[in-house]
Nanobody
């Protein structure tokens, strides 16, 4: 069973950048699709980005497209979310998630399709 630990969240000014990381305990991390989700205060958790097993396919929420980039390093069992041009509305707890899959192209955008979740990391963007 894979365990996920996010890091990198902090307070940043609007227009700034952050790089979130997700460390996976599973030695076969390359068998998992992974995604990033976020939950702002008083709101439901929402999709941010997802990538397939090999990291060569990615999907983004419209709200972050062109500003965020999802990536992964299977050799290091890590996933990353590079966030640029941050806005106050990006303030949220960010979660990484993973699901084992035999399909190379699969990169779910629905949180219900993920089986494993990290504890989250807080990102706060000040105006």
């Amino acid at each position: 069973q894979v365990q996920l630990v996010e890091s990198g969240g902090r307070l940043v000014q609007a227009g700034g950048s952050l790089r979130l990381s997700c460390a996976a305990s599973e030695l076969t991390f390359s068998a998992y699709a992974m995604g990033w989700f976020r939950q702002a205060p008083g709101k439901e958790r929402e999709f941010v980005a997802a990538t397939n097993r090999r990291g060569d396919t990615a999907y983004y929420a419209d709200s972050v497209k062109g500003r965020f980039t999802i990536s992964r390093d299977n050799a290091k069992n890590t996933g990353n979310l590079q966030m640029n041009s941050l806005k106050p509305e990006d303030t949220a707890v960010y979660y990484c998630a993973a699901v084992i899959t035999i399909t190379h192209t699969r990169a779910p955008i629905s949180q219900r399709q993920y089986d494993y979740w990290g504890q989250g990391t807080q990102v706060t963007v000040s105006s």
